[in-house]
């Protein structure tokens, strides 16, 4: 699938479509926010410079690349641990996460409330 992705970027990718480049990037953050992906990778997939690829997105989306997933993340973990049917250590893996600690952190800071608390709210 990302390979497609960029096979698409590629083939239609001329001077006037440069602009679509943040929305390549976002649709691959929002297939694979639960790897470890950093703008360098990206940028070596799609043959666009990384700070290119930073400006642009941030142009487009007033987030930087890493906050826009650290939102996705945050968000798809708030829904998960309303669904109760994953343990948290599930969640915070499935998310990204490699140590539930840094995920409860993540979690405490954006929302206030330690997931295990929301969990039995």
Do not use: W
Not at 65 to 90: Q, T
Not at 98 to 109: I, P
């Amino acid at each position: 699938m990302l390979l497609l992705i960029f096979e698409q970027f590629h083939e239609k990718n001329t001077l006037e479509e440069v602009p679509r480049t943040p929305s390549v990037i976002k649709k691959f953050i929002d297939e694979n926010y639960h790897r470890n992906i950093k703008v360098e990778e990206i940028g070596k997939l799609i043959g666009i410079n990384q700070n290119k690829i930073r400006k642009e997105f941030k142009a487009q989306y007033h987030l930087t690349v890493s906050d826009y997933m650290s939102e996705l993340r945050m968000l798809k973990a708030k829904k998960l641990i309303i669904d109760k049917k994953m343990m948290i250590k599930e969640i915070a893996i499935e998310c990204g996460y490699e140590y539930v600690q840094n995920f409860t952190r993540a979690f405490k800071k954006k929302f206030g409330v330690a997931p295990e608390k929301l969990r039995t709210e």
